[in-house]
């Protein structure tokens, strides 16, 4: 994948995030990057955003897909059971916490 397109998902990623932070209940406890435009990201959270990006394609083909433009009507939309979609989940959260990890994050106290 071209890096011009990891930017763009990456931006999306981020969007996605901030909407969906905005949709919880309003006691929900939020972090500073959910108020945050991708402008205002600090250079390494703007690095994690394009760490998923790229790891979502290697996800997708990983289960044997390609990723094509959303405007190839040639491609079959890809339909995912639950039990695939909590496996991704899993996966994309360990992905994440050993990436936090590694740029030296710790364990905070329980809330």
């Known amino acids: ?53 790229r790891d979502i394609v290697v996800k997708i083909e990983a289960m044997g897909f390609t990723l094509v433009p959303a405007d190839d009507t040639t491609a079959e939309p890809l339909t995912m059971s639950t039990d695939l979609l909590e496996g991704l989940a899993e996966y994309e959260h360990q992905r994440w916490m050993i990436q936090k990890v590694d740029t030296g994050w710790t364990l905070g106290s329980e809330r």
């Open 1 to 53: 994948m071209k890096e011009d397109q990891i930017e763009r998902m990456s931006r999306a990623i981020h969007e996605q995030y901030r909407e969906t932070m905005k949709r919880l209940p309003p006691d929900t406890t939020r972090g500073p990057l959910a108020e945050m435009s991708w402008e205002q990201l600090s250079p390494a959270n703007k690095e994690a955003n394009r760490e998923q990006a």
